[in-house]
């Protein structure tokens, strides 16, 4: 069973800078991305990060590009967000998600390819 587990969260001065790690369990040697998402009360959930098993490759939404990493970990089955000069406004609850595909697995910031989601990490950012 496909399942995503989100911990690192909590809460942080403005500028500061926050890890957040998605641990993974069941899956196979299949291609798949997985994305960070977030959800800011009273906003929709924003796709912020993604990185593919398959290549490697990344993308990051313009809110976070420069200041937020996503890296992967295949030995510890892991997929992390470094977060630095945090901002107020990065303030959300912080889930992480997992899409498969046949082949070659695209990064992807949009919501609808992703099958499978964590229950999410509150990330607090103050001023």
């Known amino acids: 069973e496909v399942q995503l587990v989100e911990s690192g969260g909590g809460l942080v001065q403005a500028g500061g800078s926050l890890r957040i790690s998605c641990g993974l369990s069941?899956?196979?040697?299949?291609?798949?991305?997985i994305g960070w998402f977030r959800q800011a009360p009273g906003k929709e959930r924003e796709g912020i990060s993604s990185?593919?098993?398959?290549?490697?490759?990344?993308k990051y939404a313009d809110s976070v590009k420069g200041r937020f990493t996503i890296s992967s970990d295949n030995s510890e089955n892991a997929v992390y967000l470094q977060m630095n000069s945090l901002k107020p406004e990065d303030t959300a609850v912080y889930y992480c998600?997992?899409?498969?595909?046949?082949?070659?697995?695209?990064?992807?910031?949009?919501?609808?390819?992703?099958?499978?989601w964590g229950q999410g990490t509150q990330v607090t950012v103050s001023s």
């Open positions: 990185i593919s098993n398959s290549d490697g490759s990344t």
């Open positions: 069941g899956f196979n040697d299949e291609d798949y991305a």
């Open positions: 998600a997992a899409a498969f595909w046949i082949r070659r697995a695209p990064p992807s910031l949009l919501a609808a390819p992703y099958d499978y």
